[in-house]
């Protein structure tokens, strides 16, 4: 069963915020995904080969045609901040 104290620590692993009045709502739609999945892997596949396309058919790659790109500094023209000819980002991951 996953609770609210669930659902907030998972948020607080993945920096997400959540206002107060939605943590409720989402830890039933939470709990509905942990639901399906565990009914997912009640399905039996013992005598099941791996796959790893559901078709015979050989896809087709798209044709490479080369297109015209626009230049570093008319890309980033409209970026608040930029480092090294890159866009500037902040660090998300420690």
């Known amino acids: 069963m996953i609770t609210k104290d669930d659902v907030l620590y998972i948020a607080d692993i993945a ?3 959540f206002p107060e009045e939605e943590i409720d709502m989402f830890t039933e739609k939470f709990a509905q ?3 399906f999945v565990d009914t997912i892997k009640e399905v039996n596949t013992e005598d099941v080969e791996p796959t790893f396309m559901v078709s015979d058919e050989a ?3 798209k044709d490479y045609e080369e297109n015209e790109t ?3 500094e008319e890309v980033l ?3 608040v901040e930029q480092q090294y000819g890159y866009f500037k980002i902040i660090k998300v991951v420690e």
């Open 59 to 61: 896809g087709e790659l």
């Open 15 to 17: 920096m997400l915020k």
């Open 33 to 35: 995904v942990i639901g």
């Open 70 to 72: 626009l230049l570093r």
């Open 77 to 79: 023209q409209n970026t």
